[in-house]
């Protein structure tokens, strides 16, 4: 990976999307970040500083067009161009997750606002500068709910059902073009958000920094032949 890539992360205050700034960090990148919490995000870009990073960090909810707009157009300026998107930012809704027959309408709403609707705003967005140079790499993160139909998962699997068919809709208009856009899933992971979904889980779970390594390599010059494809991320099986 050049250490001029530019990487721009959603939802990077926690989680996985603080394990791939620190990741990215590491390998040389210049980073935009953003996050709603802006005192998370600037621990986590901090973090990132300390690894020898430029890092952009701003406060942003993705599902809102004036904020997508504010964190592309400061990370253009600062930094000329976007050459790899991870559109990381997702809520999970209420916890426990009630049954759809239960599931109340709002949040059902915003769910699908924050999980689908902000990666098609964020990637409608940074994708023209993407085609001008007719380069780029744009990497969601989906989740096996959004794979299979699981009971107890609500709004948050069928979001993740609408991101997997956003990835591949897309990924078939820009197969022309050498922008790629392809999906990851993480597994279950060690996380805040996982232990408000499950918070009896009795089995083990992966930690967001053993993941990391299937995005790193989709952000490559060795992923560049790949376009619309599902990846899993789970160690052993990059």
């Known amino acids: 990976m050049s250490n001029q890539q530019v990487v721009m992360i959603t939802g990077a205050s926690k989680g996985l999307g603080r394990a791939l700034t620190l990741a990215f960090a590491k390998n040389g990148a210049k980073l935009a970040i953003c996050a709603r919490s802006l005192e998370d995000l600037l621990k986590v870009k901090k973090e990132a500083e300390d690894l020898g990073a430029q890092v952009l960090a701003v406060s942003a909810d993705v599902a809102n067009q004036r904020d997508v707009e504010r964190f592309v157009a400061n990370t253009e300026l600062t930094y000329g161009r976007i050459d790899v998107l991870i559109n990381n930012a997702s809520i999970l809704g209420p916890s426990p997750i009630p049954y759809l027959l239960d599931y109340p309408e709002e949040d059902f709403a915003e769910v699908l606002r924050v999980n689908a609707f902000s990666p098609f705003l964020v990637t409608r967005r940074v994708l023209p500068g993407m085609l001008e140079r007719n380069q780029g790499s744009i990497i969601n993160v989906t989740s096996e709910a959004g794979h299979t139909g699981f009971a107890g998962w609500g709004a948050y699997g069928i979001s993740k059902f609408a991101v997997e068919g956003l990835t591949q809709t897309w990924a078939d208009e820009l197969s022309k073009t050498k922008v790629r856009l392809n999906m990851v899933d993480p597994g279950e992971m060690n996380t805040e958000m996982h ?33 619309g494809k599902r990846l899993s991320a789970q160690p052993g099986e990059v």
Not at 196 to 220: G, K, M, Q, R, T
């Open 195 to 227: 232990h408000l979904a499950v918070p009896d889980c009795d089995y083990p779970l992966a930690n967001p920094e053993d993941v990391v390594d299937i995005f790193l390599y989709l952000a490559s010059e060795q992923a560049s032949h790949l376009n």
